[in-house]
């Protein structure tokens, strides 16, 4: 659903975004500058260059509560510090399959490059994307164990082992 | 979650945030509301005080911060507002004067994200507070930093020698500044030295344009590279490397003084080959000069046709005959480079390829004409003498000109070239004036905004040209009466009397349309702007820094930004001009302290930072505890790549810090 319309469901995903100062934050101010209405889903955090992004950003997006992550960097060859988005691009194949192990679906997770020209693309990728978060629903992670957890689950699994190797 | 609490890091104190939420008149106030906005904020962490005021940005709202920067004894501002890339600057100085260092400011763009592009109001509202909490989490966790200042080249370079390089570089160089013009055909001029008459006045376009281009020649400021092209730039705004690529002219340029006796001599008594400078409308040698005032005023061989290249032997009568010794049948290509503190680009436009509108003619039909090709031909210096002539020779009596060829076209350019119509005016002014034809104007809309436009409009009517209403469906030999045969006859439909008619001439003039040059993206990617779809180079703002790019220290004047006639070219260039003045006159220019460093107690040793570094700023050195990475601070232009990639953790960016960044998205998650 485009234009921001709520729909009747009720649920309305949250989408943490990563924008690069040079292409794609000054692509979403152009959308502003353009009067291009999109879905108020996507909350938008600058960061220099996409190459900023580090993994545990959207893990600790997605542990906040984000129902989905979305990347916006220099389109290839463009990035304002030569190769920031390769590299971005680099994490981000890797997060996402490690991300999809771990039950995230593909489409919570996205990259887009978008260049300052492009606010009419910022509001195509924002709108078709909270539409396809808002299909998969509420984001559910396993409970992440805390550190705590581990070790008082390890030290159980452990005395359990020791246990029976004793016994036996 | 941190809590309500508060448990910011405090350099020395605790942080104590004021937010300040900007109505921006009903910009933001008729989608947001920012009462509401401001009352959330205050129980945000650290939040003393919180308020909404019509406009932030007015003297009275920075005040406001101000005041209560002194009484509330704030050390931490967050105003929401407009985006950073608009005002953050407006603010961080705000908070300077009133004591506070300006990197404990952050902001949270509620306009371009929020209110302007947000449909329901209550969706508006709570998007506007996750942003604002997101700024004061992370704002909390700022720290007081210093810009740091780095000397400029006081040298400046300008790419694209038509009128609008030309003007930027004249005045820059009267200003004492050393300008490297760097143009890639031969000459110098653009497409206005390709003209007879400009529009509106019908002043002679050499006349004004020639003194201009002599003056680049001698200006002892201005250092002119034709025939050269930019390959290679590096650096930031102040300090550019810029690799420039010397074609070989087969000729020494300092030594030739355009005599042209090479060219007499030349073993080709006769010029066969198309000459690119009259649009293959005439014919020169292998060893040419582009035009009589081509500047530099230097003769160049084209090795695609000179018998030395082509064959391995020739007399070499060029040789010969040069008392100079200028030919030089050795010379290579060179790379050289040059340092600059500013760069302008002014490389135009090129004209719209008639043969992508089969139906019109153009290549089929010997008589079907570009305006740009008419241009040679009504230009004394012309390829014919500026007398109008069919390929047969004869003067036509009829003459169709069809503008907005290739634009206003969703098939090919859909924008409006701005010229079109005021030099379609012109050329049918001047093939009336010199053949007494019957011409007949196919136009769409008459589009003549402009100082004395109008007027010229208004006397090309009274000169009693015609001007049919309607968009040219076809032009064709096929002839349906006897007064078209051997005509071309140009269909259309005459949208004013709603009838369709055939109107046969001797000769057609397509009015082409101005489009991006086709390697627009290799270069704009080269001086890493951007470009419109259409390949025009993209200005930082479209009306407030017309002349800036994204790109600090690059900026643009001509028809490379959009299509535009010359004295709009003129006036761009000037405030380039200005611009570029204004960066390197300073002498320094401050760069945002947002630079990575290392903590040697976490680091490993690992390098895989060095390797992320795209500036080679990362050096390993080897340390008591092993070897450690350190950053080069004066090499670092903050792209934080280094600092995701370091698996220990051991780097951080200022302004960027992870810390900063956590809070953020805790920030926006937290609340709404
Ligand atoms: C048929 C026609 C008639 C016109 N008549 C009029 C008129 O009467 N009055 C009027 O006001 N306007 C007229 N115009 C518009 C006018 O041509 C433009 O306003 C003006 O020429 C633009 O100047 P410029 O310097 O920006 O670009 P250009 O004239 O295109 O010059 C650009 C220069 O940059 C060089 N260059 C390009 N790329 C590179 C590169 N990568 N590296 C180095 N150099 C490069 C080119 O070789 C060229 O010399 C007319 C246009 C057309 C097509
Ligand atoms: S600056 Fe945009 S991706 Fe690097």
New binding site residues.
């Given amino acids: 659903m485009s234009n921001g319309e709520k729909t009747p469901t009720g649920f309305e995903p949250r989408i943490v975004a990563f924008f690069c100062n040079w292409c794609t934050y000054t692509a979403s101010d152009l959308t502003g500058i353009s009067r291009l209405i999109y879905a108020p889903n996507v909350r938008v955090i600058r960061v220099m260059c996409s190459g900023r992004i580090d993994p545990q950003f959207i893990l600790a997006a997605l542990r906040e509560g984000a129902d989905g992550v979305l990347i916006g960097g220099c389109h290839p060859g463009d990035c304002h510090y030569q190769e920031g988005n390769y590299k971005a691009l680099r994490r981000f194949k890797l997060l996402k399959r490690f991300l999809n192990r771990m039950g995230v679906e593909d489409e919570r997770i996205r990259l887009e490059w978008i260049a300052a020209s492009e606010g009419d693309k910022v509001q195509k990728v924002v709108n078709e994307m909270t539409e396809q978060v808002r299909k998969l629903g509420p984001l559910h992670l396993a409970p992440i164990a805390t550190p705590e957890a581990f070790e008082h689950e390890d030290k159980q699994e452990l005395v359990a082992a020791g246990a029976e190797g004793e016994s036996s | 979650m941190s809590g309500q609490n508060g448990n910011g890091k405090t350099n020395g104190s605790a942080p104590r945030v004021g937010v300040y939420v900007c109505h921006c008149g009903i910009n933001i106030a008729g989608k947001v509301d920012c009462e509401s906005v401001a009352e959330f904020a205050r129980n945000l962490p650290d939040v003393v005080v919180a308020r909404d005021y019509k406009f932030m940005c007015s003297d009275p709202g920075q005040e406001l911060i101000q005041d209560d920067i002194r009484e509330h004894k704030l050390n931490r501002v967050v105003v929401a507002s407009c985006s950073p890339l608009m005002h953050e600057n407006t603010f961080r100085k705000a908070c300077a004067d009133a004591g506070l260092n300006p990197f404990y400011f952050q902001m949270a763009n509620i306009r371009e994200h929020v209110s302007w592009v947000t449909k329901e109001k209550d969706e508006a509202d709570k998007k506007a507070k996750a942003l604002v909490a997101a700024a004061v989490h992370r704002v909390r966790f700022h720290s007081a930093l210093e810009k740091k200042r780095v000397d400029v080249h006081p040298d400046v370079v300008v790419?694209?020698?038509?009128?609008?390089?030309i003007h930027a570089a004249l005045t820059m160089a009267n200003a004492g500044k050393h300008v490297y013009l760097?143009?890639?055909?031969p000459t110098?001029?653009?497409?206005?030295a390709k003209?007879d008459?400009?529009?509106p006045t019908l002043d002679c376009s050499a006349c004004i344009l020639t003194p201009k281009m002599s003056d680049v020649k001698n200006h002892p400021n201005i250092t002119l590279w034709s025939y050269s092209?930019?390959v290679n730039v590096d650096g930031f705004a102040g300090n550019f490397k810029v690799q420039v690529k010397r074609k070989p002219r087969y000729v020494i340029e300092e030594n030739c003084i355009g005599c042209l006796q090479c060219v007499e001599e030349c073993v080709f008594k006769n010029a066969r080959f198309d000459d690119e400078f009259n649009e293959n409308l005439g014919k020169r040698k292998p060893i040419y000069m582009p035009f009589p005032q081509a500047t530099p005023p230097v003769v160049l061989i084209d090795p695609t046709q000179c018998l030395r290249f082509t064959k391995g032997k020739c007399a070499s009568k060029c040789a010969e005959a040069c008392e100079k010794n200028a030919i030089d049948f050795d010379q290579k290509e060179k790379i050289e480079e040059v340092e600059c503190g500013a760069i302008i680009l002014?490389?135009?436009?090129k004209?719209f390829d008639a043969e992508r509108i089969p139906q019109y003619g153009y290549k089929k039909y010997a008589n079907v004409y570009t305006?740009?090709e008419l241009?040679r031909l009504v230009n004394a210096a012309g390829p014919t003498s500026g007398e109008i002539k069919l390929r047969n020779g004869s003067t036509p009596q009829s003459v169709g000109i069809v503008h907005c060829v290739g634009s206003r076209d969703q098939k090919t350019n859909a924008y409006c070239s701005r010229?079109c119509c005021?030099?379609s005016l012109?050329l049918a002014h001047l093939v009336k004036e010199r053949t007494g034809a019957e011409v007949y104007n196919f136009y769409i809309d008459m589009r003549t905004p402009g100082k004395g436009y109008e007027e010229f409009y208004d006397r090309l009517l009274e000169e009693g040209n015609h001007f049919i209403r309607g968009r040219v469906a076809e032009v064709t030999d096929w002839a349906m009466s006897p007064e078209e045969q051997g005509k071309l006859v140009i269909r259309v439909e005459d949208t004013l009397i709603g009838v369709p008619r055939r109107i046969p001439v001797d000769m057609v003039v397509l009015s082409?349309g101005?489009e991006a040059?086709d390697?627009a993206d290799d270069?704009r990617r080269m001086f890493g702007i951007s470009c419109s779809k259409q390949g025009w180079f993209t200005e930082r703002h479209p009306k407030l820094a017309p002349v800036s790019t994204a790109t600090d220290g690059v900026f643009l004047?001509?028809?490379?930004q959009g299509p535009?006639?010359?004295?709009?070219?003129v006036a761009q260039a000037g405030a380039a001009a200005a611009e570029a003045l204004a960066l390197v006159d300073k002498g320094f220019v401050e760069l945002e302290p947002n630079t990575a460093s290392i903590n040697a107690d976490l680091c490993c040793g690992c390098r895989t930072c060095v390797s992320m570094c795209p500036y080679s700023a990362i050096k390993v050195d080897e340390t008591q505890d092993g070897e450690k990475s350190i950053i080069n601070e004066a090499l670092c232009k903050g792209c934080g790549t280094c600092v995701a990639a370091c698996p220990s953790g051991a780097i951080s960016q200022n302004l960027f810090t992870d810390e900063q960044i956590f809070e953020e998205i805790e920030g926006v998650l937290s609340y709404v």
Avoid: Q
């Avoid at chain 2, 110098?188 to 206005?192: E, K, P, S, V, Y």
């Avoid at chain 2, 004047?557 to 490379?560: F, I, K, N, P, V």
């Fill in positions: 790419v694209g020698g038509g009128i609008s390089g760097i143009e890639r055909e110098i001029g653009g497409h206005m003209f008459k400009t529009f092209e930019v002014s490389t135009g436009f004209t305006s740009l241009e010229v005021m030099y012109k082409v101005l040059h390697d270069v004047a001509g028809a490379c535009k006639d010359i004295p709009d070219c």
